[in-house]
């Protein structure tokens, strides 16, 4: 029922920036939690910030808070993450997540909802 579509990865230097988008489709965009995800290479999937429905809600991994940054439009169907300070353990595959709820969950088995991935690669 939702199909998502990462966009915005890349290589980048220690230090550096960039932005991911995930367009979502669906005419109830609103009424689903957005989050993202993170593998890394020999790691398990990892949670790394979460926004509710209307955007007034958020919650991030103790790793990423003060750098990553998470926000939607919802009249854009989009989600973003926003990350600064990249640093080379930041390096991974970043999915994003629709959760059936309004607020959503730190655990990734509770999502249904994923797109395809965008490779992050931070040089030192």
């Known amino acids: 029922q939702v199909q998502l579509v990462e966009s915005g990865g890349g290589l980048v230097q220690a230090g550096g920036s960039l932005r991911l988008s995930c367009a979502a489709s669906?005419?109830?965009?609103?009424?689903?939690?957005m989050s993202w995800f993170r593998q890394a290479p020999g790691k398990e999937r990892e949670f790394v910030a979460t926004i509710s429905g209307s955007g007034g809600s958020t919650y991030y991994a103790d790793f990423v808070k003060g750098r990553f940054t998470i926000s939607r439009d919802n009249a854009k169907n989009t989600v973003y993450l926003q990350m600064n300070s990249l640093k080379p353990e930041d390096t991974a595959v970043y999915y994003c997540?629709?959760?059936?709820?309004?607020?959503?969950?730190?655990?990734?088995?509770?999502?249904?909802?994923w797109g395809q991935g965008t490779q992050v690669t931070v040089s030192s």
């Open positions: 669906g005419r109830t965009f609103s009424s689903y939690a």
């Open positions: 997540a629709a959760s059936g709820r309004v607020f959503g969950s730190t655990r990734g088995s509770e999502y249904d909802y």
